[in-house]
Nanobody
Framework: QVQVVESGGGSVQAGGSLRLSCTAS????????MGWFRRAPGKEREGVSC????????YYADSVKGRFTISRDNAKNTLYLQMNSLKPEDTAMYYCAGRLGWTYPPAPDEYNYWGQGTQVTVSS
């Protein structure tokens, strides 16, 4: 049974930083491209960033480029999202997901396994 679990969310002031983690089990982690998505209240789910199975290709949405960094440690079956210079508009539930294959920007329908999400709240 595949399990995907996010952690690291919280409440911070604008300009602050958070590091999200996502651990996957029940699958061969390094076969999967991984992505971070977010959904803010009243908005569509947005693909924030994704990374290839080997970690040598990445994608960032324009809204986070230069502020967020995605990375992965295949030995630990873990995906990360370092979020710096956070803005109130980054407030959302953040989800980790995995898929076979590699395309970008990340399309939610192409991802097979999802976590339950971790809340990020940025106050001004």
């Amino acid at each position: 049974q595949v399990q995907v679990v996010e952690s690291g969310g919280g409440s911070v002031q604008a300009g602050g930083s958070l590091r999200l983690s996502c651990t996957a089990s029940g699958l061969t982690f390094d076969d999967y491209a991984m992505g971070w998505f977010r959904r803010a209240p009243g908005k569509e789910r947005e693909g924030v960033s994704c990374i290839s199975w080997r970690g040598d290709s990445t994608y960032y949405a324009d809204s986070v480029k230069g502020r967020f960094t995605i990375s992965r440690d295949n030995a630990k079956n873990t995906l990360y999202l370092q979020m710096n210079s956070l803005k109130p508009e980054d407030t959302a539930m953040y989800y980790c997901a995995g898929r076979l294959g590699w395309t970008y920007p990340p399309a939610p329908d192409e991802y097979n396994y999802w976590g339950q999400g971790t809340q990020v709240t940025v106050s001004s």
